[in-house]
């Protein structure tokens, strides 16, 4: 009986385990653990292991206990390494951000303010490095950030902020933006263009044209265009990967086919093709040899996608339909 009462008030109070810490025990092995995970990283870095170092540095970001300032620290090296070794710069420009939101304060702030402008040109973005550059203190001097509520327009009492009109130009392409960063009045014709196409785009509206079932049929066609292209490049053209090694295989079984046609193209004379040694012919054909095998492997894995696509959306297609 006393066995039957003793566990129905185990179930009732269960008993939780006492801990006993040390003052500051936790933050020294967070500490000893962290510097180790970041000693780790470095030495993977020098081997040439980046994509383990960046797991070591996070695993030192993700340590419990972490403070603010050491993330910042962390962020800031693993922005680094995706900026400098692993060419990936969304991913470096995450974490710069992160590391201003750990550390305002930062030391480095002026660098991470410099690499962020960096990264965002390079990811196409040239109009938003333009903002942070002019939001920047130590670049202007004073505060010159354009503020995206700033109203520059209206349209039947719809306002127009700068924020939309850097959108609108964001979609441009990198070459196409930079022409409006730093000329007033090139943006101020953008923003007239913009008032312009909105005018005509309310009348058709009024007009019910997005009601004519030909606009639709329009529509609808492009929208689906577009998904294609999408998927395309997401599962065909961007996971194509053409090493060193494979371009110089084909160099090597193709070499005299190359030559001759650098000649026929006209880049060389027959003459100095022959002469050409082979490092300076590798040199010519690279760039060539790279885009044919990627063409070629875009061309096997988009026929692999399109065949388990059928097969498991249990295609048929009746060719006798067409008098063969």
Not at 17 to 23: E, K, L, Y
Not at 38 to 51: E, N, P, R, T, V
Not at 280 to 298: D, V
């Amino acid at each position: 009986m006393r066995k039957l009462i003793f566990l129905c008030l185990m179930m009732i109070f269960p008993v939780t385990p006492v801990i006993m810490t040390g003052c500051g025990k936790n933050t020294a092995i967070t500490d000893e653990e962290v510097t180790a995970r970041i000693s780790l990283a470095a030495q993977m870095m020098d081997k040439g292991l980046y994509d383990e170092a960046s797991v070591e540095y996070r695993a030192a970001f993700d340590t419990p206990g972490v403070s603010n300032k050491k993330r910042a620290n962390i962020s800031y090296l693993l922005g680094n390494l995706y900026f400098e070794k692993m060419k990936n710069y969304e991913k470096a420009l995450g974490w710069y951000i992160r590391a201003k939101h750990y550390d305002p304060q930062s030391p480095v702030m002026q660098q991470l303010t410099e690499r962020t402008v960096s990264c965002l040109e390079r990811i196409g973005r040239s109009l938003d490095a333009q903002n942070v550059l002019s939001g920047a203190t130590y670049l202007a001097g004073e505060e010159t950030r354009r503020e995206p509520g700033k109203i520059v327009a209206q349209i039947e009492g719809r306002s127009i902020t700068m924020g939309e009109l850097d959108n609108e130009i964001q979609k441009l392409p990198p070459e196409e933006q930079k022409k409006y960063r730093d000329n007033p009045e090139a943006k101020l014709e953008f923003l007239r263009q913009y008032v312009n196409n909105e005018l005509l785009f309310n009348m058709a509206k009024r007009a019910d044209y997005q009601k004519d079932p030909r606009l639709r049929e329009r529509v609808e066609n492009f929208e689906k265009m577009l998904m294609v292209s999408r998927i395309y490049k997401e599962r065909v053209a961007d996971a194509v990967n053409i090493s060193p090694e494979e371009v110089r295989q084909y160099f090597v079984a193709h070499k005299a086919d190359l030559a001759k046609t650098l000649a026929r193209d006209g880049d060389t004379s027959d003459t100095k093709t022959s002469a050409l040694p082979d490092t300076g012919l590798f040199e010519k054909t690279a760039p060539r040899i790279a885009t044919l095998l990627k063409t070629q492997k875009a061309q096997e894995k988009e026929s692999q996608l399109i065949e388990e696509l059928m097969r498991t959306q249990k295609v048929v297609i009746y060719d006798g339909e067409f008098g063969k």
